[in-house]
């Protein structure tokens, strides 16, 4: 079986010096490799042919054979790195909390530990007849949700 590790270092001898950045790399126990990664404008075709060219050539098919897989992580995928979230600040994202409750707002910020979203709710406010729809910030761990997505929307 090809070690994780060796794929994860070809991929990241590959980026040195690209703007590029690794979400994940998987190995199925049958030698199926799938490598995602990801660029704050987006992924060209062409690059991530040039990678798996580049995977092919330091991989010996005659050693051990195996099923290559080179993509983008995906719109509307969860988040898997801390990248992800910090290329997306600004943009509407879904949360889905590990107590199963779910929060639609703007990333407003991201950090190693925490990051930020801010949701619309509906508040009495003092002096209101009726509540009314005010925003409010709301900081989450990374351990506190089950995932976190680019929202899409068609309006």
Known sequence: ?????IVRGLVEEWLEGRDYFLVDVAVSADDRIVVEIDHAEGVWI???VELSRFIESRLSREEEDYELEVGSAGIGQPFKVLQQYVNHVGSEVDVLMADGRKLHGVLTAAGPESFEVTVKVKRKLEGEKRPKWVEETVTLRYDE???TKYSISFK
């Open 46 to 48: 062409e690059d991530c």
């Open 145 to 147: 949700i089950k995932y």
């Open 1 to 5: 079986m090809i070690e994780k590790s």
